[in-house]
């Protein structure tokens, strides 16, 4: 097998791991290393049927204590899982999603809460009211970007500089929040358009997001504890949107409809999606 590390074309076994994993060595590099090398299950002892359990239980709204208890993985190893496979579901994103063909791009923000909803000091930037920021291309309903942060102009800006790195498309449709027009009234090439009626596609995507991730329904006890993890389920939640979920109607997923794959992916396409040169 090729070295992932160098890309030379030959390498040889090098004996077997403490687990019984065959272990391979670079005549080029000298870096040893196994089968799973840039993947999730690289120094992991898990299956790949304990991984999509893992990742699907998690984007269906499962807690992080429920997702142990139906794998039977510890708690520590389910939230290790979950956060590298945010890693990679941004690589993804990162290396799949450009030069999006879209007639518009929708933005829209749903509220979610940290921690706590009330009595929130003006210092606590990670806890309190939490909003997820979402760019749709209205052509195929992909997601082009996502943010998570306060309702701020930076949260806008964020937003607006990220979607357009994935797509040429000028023409914005956002709601009445001003923080868009402020943004985006900077550039003179970009056609901004306020209307509800435009983005209800996006909003009905929120709805289907927020129903399916749990700790994003309003009135529940499974809200997030910690900032970073609803940016690691957002990134996570994305993916699965574009890549993995099947439109029950059409039939097909939202890279489908955008020209990006001929296929819908699993959860081991994100797993093992090579981030080597």
């Known amino acids: 097998m090729p070295c992932p590390l160098c890309s030379h074309d030959k390498t040889y076994k090098h004996g077997k791991t403490s687990k019984g994993s065959q272990r391979y060595r670079c005549p080029n590099c000298k870096q040893t290393f196994t089968d799973t090398f840039d993947t999730i299950y690289y120094r992991r002892q898990v299956s790949q049927e304990e991984v999509r359990i893992v ?19 510890s708690y520590n190893t389910g939230v290790s899982l979950i956060r590298a496979a945010s890693q990679k579901a941004q690589l993804v994103h990162n290396g799949e999603v450009s030069s999006v063909d879209t007639d518009a791009i929708a933005a829209d923000e749903m509220w979610s809460f940290v921690k706590k909803q009330k009595h929130c000091l003006p210092e606590e930037l990670e ?47 956002t709601d009445g929040w001003s923080g868009y027009e402020r943004v985006l009234c900077t550039d003179d090439e970009v056609e901004h358009y306020i209307s509800k009626i435009l983005t209800q596609r ?15 329904h309003r009135r529940q006890n499974k809200f997030g504890k910690v900032w970073e993890q609803t940016k690691v389920t957002l990134r996570l ?12 109607r059409l039939g097909t997923t939202a890279a489908q409809r ?17 981030t080597l040169c």
């Not at 992080?64 to 039977?72: M, N, T």
């Not at 909003?131 to 082009?144: F, T």
């Open 237 to 248: 939640v994305i993916s699965y949107f574009n890549w993995i979920w099947v439109h029950s």
């Open 127 to 173: 806890a309190g009211d939490c909003w997820i920021a979402l760019s749709l291309a209205q052509l195929n309903g992909l997601i082009l970007s996502g943010r998570v942060g306060k309702r701020t102009d930076k949260l806008a800006i964020e937003l607006v500089t990220s979607t357009q790195g994935k797509t040429d498309c000028q023409e914005w449709h």
């Open 258 to 274: 955008a020209d990006l794959t001929s296929q819908p992916w699993t959860w081991q396409d994100i797993a093992t999606y090579s």
């Open 55 to 73: 990742l699907q239980s998690h984007c269906e709204g499962t807690s992080l204590r429920g997702i142990s208890r139906i794998s039977g993985l």
């Open 202 to 216: 996006l909003e009905r995507t929120n709805g289907s997001l927020r129903q399916q991730t749990g700790r994003w």
